[in-house]
């Protein structure tokens, strides 16, 4: 049986330039349960498909603050 994929839209303040994005990239690829992402300079945000078993959108959220980037549900 295959886990079920959910999506969140988290808020991320802080991101300027292409460094800063691959920064919460690499936050996300780090976490177990993130299946696909995409991060947004223009959008300030980060679209996250994750398995909900794995991991939450709060500790998504804290692996992007982590990071050191103020990000919000």
Do not use: R
């Not at 999506?7 to 460094?19: A, E, F, K, L, P």
Request: proline share 1%; charged share 20%; with cysteine.
């Amino acid at each position: 049986m295959f886990d079920k994929t959910e999506n969140v839209v988290i808020s991320v303040q802080g991101m300027h330039c292409n460094h800063c994005k691959a920064k919460v990239e690499n936050a996300l690829k780090a976490l177990k349960g993130v299946k696909k992402f995409a991060v947004s300079l223009e959008e300030a945000n980060a679209s996250v498909d994750y398995v909900a078993k794995k991991t939450t959108p709060q500790e998504i959220a804290a692996a992007i603050t982590a990071a050191g980037f103020n990000a919000t549900l």
